[in-house]
């Protein structure tokens, strides 16, 4: 099965002619047209969708068979994905896709291995991530340069400093949020472009 990407959401309808609220989580909000046929998560619905404006953060879009209020309501919430491989190529090797994330080797800086990133979460204070370790506990760990200096999607892997991640977690005024802040070197959203 193909990688798929979260690249927005339907918010709601507008009007009563079926036109939907859609929310953009790709770094230029109009790109979300530019990356193919947007889906469900499974694939199984596929969404022909024409952008017709702007209200507040959210665009205005004709979807196709949709034409009345309550169809395009009863598509509120859904989330719409594309292909991974659709997605352009990042620019450096501090660009990634949080997707990418998912499934890579957490080791310490001797090598040792840690775990394994599961999900990449935003609570509103700063992305965390979700490892599994070897033990099975869950940990979660903020995703900031400090507690993850190193982010190697080539090579499988991502550098965890523990000593880094006990500050941040003690909540120190001279800790990770300072030093390192958030990596921002994602293509933004939840695991969008």
Same mark, same amino acid.
Request: proline share 5%; glycine share 14%; charged share 25%.
């Given at each position: 099965?193909?990688?798929?990407?979260?690249?927005?959401?339907?918010?709601?309808?507008?009007?009563?002619?079926?036109?939907?609220? &859609?929310?953009?989580?790709? +770094? @230029?909000? !109009? #790109?979300?047209?530019? %990356? =193919?046929?947007?889906?469900?998560?499974?694939?199984?619905?596929?969404?022909?969708?024409?952008?017709q404006g702007m209200v507040k953060d959210n665009?205005?879009?004709?979807?196709?068979?949709?034409?009345?209020?309550?169809?395009?309501?009863?598509?509120?919430?859904?989330?719409?994905?594309?292909?991974?491989?659709?997605?352009?190529?990042?620019?450096?090797?501090?660009?990634?896709?949080?997707?990418? &994330?998912?499934?890579?080797? +957490? @080791?310490? !800086? #001797?090598?040792?291995? %840690? =775990?394994?990133?599961?999900a990449l979460y935003d609570f509103g204070a700063?992305?965390?991530?979700?490892?599994?370790?070897?033990?099975?506990?869950?940990?979660?760990?903020?995703?900031?340069?400090?507690?993850?200096?190193?982010?190697?999607?080539?090579?499988?892997?991502?550098?965890?400093?523990?000593?880094a991640v006990i500050e941040a977690r003690e909540?120190?005024?001279?800790?990770?949020?300072?030093?390192?802040?958030?990596?921002?070197?994602?293509?933004?959203?939840?695991?969008?472009?």
């Amino acid at each position: 099965m193909t990688a798929k990407i979260c690249v927005g959401q339907f918010a709601g309808s507008h009007g009563v002619r079926g036109l939907v609220k &859609l929310r953009s989580f790709t +770094a @230029e909000p !109009a #790109d979300i047209m530019t %990356y =193919g046929p947007l889906s469900d998560e499974n694939g199984t619905r596929r969404f022909t969708v024409t952008l017709q404006g702007m209200v507040k953060d959210n665009f205005l879009a004709k979807v196709d068979g949709v034409t009345s209020r309550e169809q395009a309501q009863a598509l509120a919430g859904m989330r719409l994905y594309v292909d991974r491989v659709a997605l352009p190529a990042t620019e450096d090797e501090d660009e990634f896709y949080h997707a990418d &994330l998912i499934g890579l080797r +957490a @080791e310490l !800086a #001797d090598g040792t291995v %840690y =775990g394994t990133v599961k999900a990449l979460y935003d609570f509103g204070a700063g992305d965390v991530l979700e490892v599994r370790t070897p033990g099975g506990p869950l940990e979660m760990l903020p995703f900031s340069k400090a507690c993850v200096p190193v982010v190697d999607v080539r090579g499988g892997r991502i550098v965890v400093d523990l000593p880094a991640v006990i500050e941040a977690r003690e909540g120190s005024d001279d800790g990770a949020e300072e030093e390192g802040g958030d990596r921002d070197g994602d293509q933004g959203g939840e695991t969008g472009p």
